[in-house]
């Protein structure tokens, strides 16, 4: 959280933009040579066919900042925005980041999650954002623990630690707009991502803005034997550790009768439990 309590990550980062052609031009020439996503591809060469000047400059001469765990945008075309080459470069970045601090990254690994969000005009979905992200790990033989299916947020710090990796990925933007989408950055110890690391991720991050070789590959997690998908094994650990927190008998009841092998069932038994201690609240506060 920045001053006044606005979330840095709510806009992108506006630096010094100088005035003139020749930024814009050569921030178009990149996106264009580098974006190998048709959608948002077509949606800036529309724009600067368009003539519109100022919509370019703003999705191409700006760039997001690393602020609270990570990184947040609007989806859509442009530097400014969460896109497929946004998170490519975000990754690279990180990616190393993570080879100078940790010299077994290659044995360790990390985590990466996604949620439900979409956006049918840029093609950008957390589930693809997660695919890309797992491609450039596994580009350079990094082993990659993805979830096959979306997961809530805190399976990802929690699998951090239970698989002892370097760090984890969550593709979300919480709870802000639809329109939006995040990259959450945990640390080895399950931590949310702080300073003095997002200034020297950043960092790297601009230093590594070119797509690699199979970073665009995001077919590279079906095939990868680097892959892994934790669901199972950490949806029964963190089930089986909720147990010890509860302290309520009815909350613990139905942890315990509920078939938890999936985020669908975790849903239902969120549900279940907030109906039951709403009753028990409601029995003290009457009571009866």
């Known amino acids: 959280m920045g001053d006044g309590g606005q979330d840095i990550n709510a806009n992108p980062l ?15 020439d990149q996106w264009l040579l580098w974006d190998q996503n048709p959608k948002t591809k077509a949606e800036i060469e529309k724009l600067h066919h368009d003539g519109k000047k100022k919509e370019l400059r703003d999705r191409l001469c700006y760039r997001m900042t690393f602020g609270t765990a990570g990184l947040r945008s609007s989806m859509g075309a442009g530097f400014s ?6 998170i490519i470069q975000s990754t690279q970045g990180l990616l190393k980041y993570l080879e100078r601090c940790f010299s077994d990254l290659q044995q360790r690994g ?16 957390s589930m693809r954002l997660a695919q890309l992200t797992a491609a450039v790990f596994l580009g350079k033989e990094i082993p990659v623990y993805l979830f096959s299916t979306y997961v809530p947020t805190p399976f990802v710090p929690y699998a ?9 990925v969550m593709i979300t933007a919480s709870h802000n707009p639809k329109e939006d989408n995040g990259y959450k950055v945990y640390w080895e110890n399950g931590a949310q991502l702080g300073a003095p690391h997002d200034k020297r991720i950043l960092q790297c991050i ?9 970073s665009w590959n995001g077919n590279l997690s079906d095939v990868s034997p680097l892959r892994q998908d934790p669901l199972n094994g950490i949806s029964a650990l963190y ?29 239902e ?3 279940r439990v907030r109906q039951h201690l709403q009753r028990a609240w409601m029995r003290d506060v009457s009571g009866r």
């Not at 506006?14 to 178009?28: F, I, N, S, T, W």
């Not at 990390?110 to 979905?125: F, H, L, N, P």
């Not at 942890?255 to 092998?261: A, G, H, I, K, Q």
């Open 14 to 28: 506006k630096g010094d933009v100088h005035d003139g052609d020749q930024e814009l031009e050569r921030a178009l």
């Open 239 to 267: 089930m089986e550790d909720l147990k010890k927190l509860c302290f309520h008998r009815l909350v613990l009841a139905i942890v315990e009768t509920s078939n938890c092998r999936s985020w669908f069932t975790q849903k």
């Open 160 to 168: 951090v630690r239970q698989l002892h990796v370097a760090a984890g």
């Open 269 to 271: 038994v969120t549900r």
């Open 110 to 125: 990390i985590v990466i999650g996604y949620d439900t969000r979409g956006q049918e005009k840029s093609r950008c979905s």
């Open 81 to 86: 925005c969460i896109n497929d080459l946004t």
């Open 206 to 214: 601009e230093e590594n803005l070119e797509p690699w070789q199979e």
